[in-house]
Each structure stands twice: as structure tokens, then as C-alpha cells.
Nanobody, 121 residues
Framework: QVQLVESGGGLVQAGGSLRLSCAAS????????MRWFRQAPGKEREFVAR????????NYADSVKGRFTISRDNAKNTVYLQMNSLKPEDTAVYYC??????????????WGQGTQVTVSS
């Protein structure tokens, strides 16, 4: 069982920046593909960013491309989401997600409790 704990959320003005962190309890953190999702009030949870196990590949939702950067430090069992040029529409609860998968199947899938990000206009 992997426990994920997000931190770094808060209230920021439009145009500002925040850095989210997600710390994993699992010592084998490096085997997990890591993602960030978000959920705004009244909306479905949506994909934000993904980083592969070694950090060699990343991809982003179109809505955040060029503004957000995902990274990871496997030595610290932590994944980050640097968010710049924030917009009011980025307001949401941000969730960390760890996935262990093999071709065609998901072996393990863990979620954090979420951290609130609020961007004022």
C-alpha cells in the first residue's frame, strides 16, 4: 500500500505561481508512473500531467502546457508540480496519482487526499 501526501496548495492571485509536492511512503517509488489530476467544483476529475518512472518522459494537458512543469526526485520519493502563470480556471483540488502498470493491465493505482489550489482574479 502506497500512501501519497500532497502539499503546497493555497490561495494565489492570477499570474502567480505555486509548487505542489507529493510525498510517497513507498520506498520503491521509482517503479511508479506519477500523474497529477485536478477536480474543480461541479466538474469531473481531469488529467493535468504525467511523468514516467525515470523522469525521462512527460506529457501535459493542453490547458496547462507551457505553464506547468512536472518533475520527480526518486531519492526523496517525491513528485512535484510547478505551476506558473496561474489562471482562475486552474482553481481545483489537485490530486497525486501513482500507477504501476504492465502492457494492457494496471497492477496498482494509488491516490492522495488532494490539496486545494485557489486562484483569484
Amino acid at each position: 500500500q502506497v500512501q501519497l501526501v500532497e502539499s503546497g496548495g493555497g490561495l494565489v492571485q492570477a499570474g502567480g505561481s505555486l509548487r505542489l509536492s507529493c510525498a510517497a511512503s513507498e520506498g520503491t517509488f521509482s517503479i511508479y508512473d506519477m500523474r497529477w489530476f485536478r477536480q474543480a467544483p461541479g466538474k469531473e476529475r481531469e488529467f493535468v500531467a504525467r511523468i514516467t518512472r525515470s523522469g525521462g518522459f512527460t506529457n501535459y494537458a493542453d490547458s496547462v502546457k507551457g505553464r506547468f512543469t512536472i518533475s520527480r526526485d526518486n531519492a526523496k520519493n517525491t513528485v512535484y508540480l510547478q505551476m506558473n502563470s496561474l489562471k482562475p480556471e486552474d482553481t481545483a483540488v489537485y490530486y497525486c496519482n501513482a500507477v504501476l502498470a504492465a502492457p494492457g493491465i494496471t497492477i496498482s493505482n494509488y491516490w492522495g487526499q488532494g490539496t486545494q489550489v485557489t486562484v483569484s482574479s
